[in-house]
């Protein structure tokens, strides 16, 4: 799960949306060698036959995977309707997005980042599903919300009705190199193993004179809602009303962030600007690293690596966080029963062939989903259950209103001054709680 | 018959520049999404933007990087200029290479220096720890931002510095002369003759120069899209522009954003008129007496 | 003199930085000249995303662009320079004055009114405004003008002329320089513009270089090789022009910053 220098915003969404390209630069020697790539699907001869089009952030001509999923679909729906997609780079997808909205030529259903579903409801720019999912349940699997897992449906569901589905629900693990554990002669971890276990294996895995780290913290990223919810902190009272940074659980997971700033298990800051932090893992040169279940790690560049996952180390709970992206149809989409179903159509191929699939019948046959880089071209064996597991425990951020203001509030706030060293936990937390319950008062300002 | 030729350009006024002008005046007046139709809410946004942390914060950054910016580009165009003007072999050459970064796209200029600010594997830094000098952050931390961008429009004075030479050399070499007559030495030279010559042309350069600065706008983007905010580590990189841009499309409020740019307005419009109020005491145009 | 040779150093670490192989990047101390030296790099950034279809697009909007600016500004400057009519030089003040007035002010109208035209994610914002007059050039050719004899004006007036023949076969041909250097200077401003479009240009199709290479970086955000390789194709264009049109810049400049 890489994530650009401190971006919060673009780290959630970043995350899958750079892990669906699988590291363009994969796919760009795939096509070297991939003859048969087709450009994105083209709408065959048009008789009549509704196109509707789909937006995202993936540019399909770099990932034949994806064509070959949308050609499937299109087949099997010709005469009823072709999907056509529609391409909108990743940075100020959401901007542009709600331009495109206001100025009317918005696709008929397209991406929306996790946090930003209600305010695009709130807009009366989406479509609410729930009557024409009632119609279509028995049909799909992924027409039915009880059948997926509830953290993934966080954002989705607005005065009762849902006005998107997610695509996508990847629990974050922890990646480690056992080969350095090894040479460090340190046990593998284990499914129960603690924050405490953490650390002081982190601190044996940090060799200054090799340039190596135990663990890798940048700004955005791991996010620090992962470590207050595991010492059992909720960052706001159950109604929302009021932030809650500084209770003991919350500081706890805060200064858990402080402790490796200053144990030095982490890269400094000034290391990691403009890079891929992922890629320092799988360099080796960072030996944890928590990731997203999709991120894979199976290789670097060409060749293989060895890497393993471990559940998230417990606080006084297990709990993980989780990337979850959405869906949603257009309000104005023209016949909207059939752009309905051509998303459900696009939900179930997604649903085999994501890591992971947020429908719980669909996650329970992870291992036979195709992943391109994997050896043999599936999950490995051992990494099943803990991503399953994972997927149980995780918690989603909760949706807020003006998502944008909330990350910023955190980056200001807690990543940059904590991880730059210029504040403490305690201060960071009282300064970021204040900002905190003057955002809640107006989110837009 | 006048009118006629100037006609394009009176109507592209009207629609492009007093129109908006106006219709932006009226915009700020509202609550306007895009979406739903304008609220109208008085001067609600004016009384928004003096309790908005971050208006005060747009205005701070903007200013710190006017400061700096603007007098040491000018100093140092002024310097190369009367390095330039001295006849030196090779003249052309050198004039082309401080002007043409000035020339490059902001946007690839950006990426460069981004990458030569790197904490840790830029070049600048490399250089500094070379000869001994402590190694900022440049945009890692909030008090070093401005400066990097500061030493990124050193790279791109050039405009400034080839019309300080047009200016320089407009100089009539009869003063010169007479200043030597007098006994003058190069600084009484500099500070009698050369300066006041081409004030004019410093006046004009101060002026586009302020303008500039609350006008920046590409680089604070490009190179605050790397960061958690969109600009800059703690806001630091939250230039007025940025900032207007945010409000106005990332979050669609188009009628405060109509009333920063109408700030923004009053605010040039004040710093322009103190120029040209204080030109008179140091501006000198041909014909008067020194 | 070593000043210049500073100046050089960022554009010299440009190519090295794009020539380098992926594993010499985040290396210290710097690799100045890499071993081997990958000129592939250019190929793999350029190909990645349509630059393409991105320079055709930026060049067709900085042709347009031009073209606009030089006809509709000669016309304009032409207005104020021959003619004495009522409120010519408050006219002419007002547009000076304009010079002084930040673009964001007008960026929110400007939108407004596009996108009740129906404008918004088409070239059409970029280019119409080129054809109303830019006031920078209007006052460079006017300056330009007035140094052309009017004695030109009335000999052709006499044999019959009208305004728009001497306008176009004597003046015009006459500032063939002046005209070059504004053709000059707003190509360039065209070629580098990016708060446009940015804001009016939401396809990808539509997209000009500089957006391009923003949202390159996005992708790329850590193979700097390869988007300082993309930076230094995309500067490429500029310098060329600058090489060849020197002079006219440096003219361009002399016209109308002393006057300042």
Known sequence: MYLKRGKIIQMSKKTNRLLSFAAVLSSLSLLAGCSSVSAAAKPAAAKNVPVITFGSWIPWSAHPGHVKLLNEINHANRGRFIIKPVYTPPSGYDQKLLTELAAGDAPDFFYVDYGFVSSFAANHTLLALSPYLQQLKKQYLAANPQNYYPASLAGDRIGGKYYALPFIDQPYVMYYNPQLFKAAHLPMPTANWTWTQFLRDAKALTVPAKHQFGYLQASGWPPLETYIWSYGGHMFNPQGTRAELTSPADLKGIELMQTMVQDKIIPPQAQIENLNIEDLFRQGKVAMFLGGANDGNYTYGNHRINTAIAPIPRGTQQVTGDYVAEIAVNAKAANPKLVVQAYLDILTAYAHTHVAPPIRQYAQRLKTIYVNSAPGGHIPAARIPIILDSMKFARSLRPMQNMTNYYNIETNDLYDPILLGTSSAKAAAQKAETDMNNYLKNPNG | MGYLFISPWIIGFIVFVAGPLIASLIISMTNYNLLSSPQFIGLQNYAHMFGDSNFWLSLQVTFYYALLAVPIDLIVALVLAIMLNQNVRFMPLFRTIFYLPALLPPVAISMLWIWILNPAYGILNTFLKTIGLPQPQWFLTPQTTVPGYVIMSIWGLGTWMVIFLAGLQNVPAELYEAAVLDGSGVWAKFWHVTLPMISPVLFFNLVMGIVGAFSFFTQAFVIGQGTGTGAGVSNSGLFYSLYLYQKAFSELQMGYASALGWALFLIVMLLSLLVFRSSALWVYYGGESS | ?260
């Open chain 3, 1 to 260: 003199m070593a000043t210049s040779f500073c100046f050089l150093i960022p554009l010299f670490w440009l190519i090295s930085s794009a020539v380098k192989p992926s594993d010499q990047i985040f290396v210290f101390p710097q690799v100045w000249i890499p071993h081997p030296a990958e000129w592939n790099n250019f190929a793999i950034a350029l190909t990645s995303l349509p630059f393409g279809q991105f320079a055709l697009n930026t060049l067709a909007i900085a042709v347009l662009v031009t073209v606009g600016n030089v006809f509709s500004s000669a016309f304009v400057a032409y207005g104020f320079a021959r003619f004495r009519f009522p409120g010519r030089n408050v006219l002419f003040i007002v547009m000076l004055a304009t010079l002084m007035v930040p673009g964001q002010i007008l960026l929110v109208p400007q939108f407004i009114m596009y996108y009740k035209l129906g404008w918004i994610n088409t070239f059409a914002p970029l280019i119409v405004p080129a054809f109303f007059g830019s006031a920078f050039y209007v006052f460079l050719i006017r300056q330009f003008f007035m140094n052309i004899p009017p004695e030109l004006k009335d000999a052709a007036y006499i044999d019959g002329a009208g305004e728009w023949t001497i306008f176009s076969r004597i003046y015009l041909p006459l500032s063939k320089s002046a005209l070059t250097a504004v053709a000059i200077f707003s190509f360039q401003g065209a070629w580098n513009d990016f708060l446009g479009p940015l804001i009016y240009l939401n396809s990808q199709k539509l997209y000009t270089l500089q957006i391009g290479l923003t949202e390159f970086e996005g992708i790329f955000h850590s193979n700097w090789n390869y988007i300082m390789a993309a930076s230094a194709v995309i500067m490429l264009p500029m310098i060329v022009i600058f090489f060849i049109g020197q002079r006219y810049f440096i003219q361009g400049i002399l016209m109308s910053g002393t006057k300042g």
